[in-house]
């Protein structure tokens, strides 16, 4: 693990992509309307 942490601190570009597409993700699967959409849906089946 120490390996790992010491070769993406020394590779910020790598990072760069891993966190981009790390906020692509999130914006494509995690919206407010997804969340709130989710939440309707349980407060339904109460």
């Known amino acids: 693990m120490v390996k790992e942490i010491e070769y ?3 590779n ?3 990072r ?3 966190a981009r597409r790390g906020m692509e993700i999130v ?3 995690h919206s407010i309307k997804d969340r709130a959409r989710d939440v309707y849906n349980y407060l339904r089946g109460l």
């Open 27 to 29: 914006r494509e699967r």
């Open 12 to 14: 910020d570009d790598e």
């Open 8 to 10: 993406y601190l020394k």
């Open 16 to 18: 760069a992509n891993i």
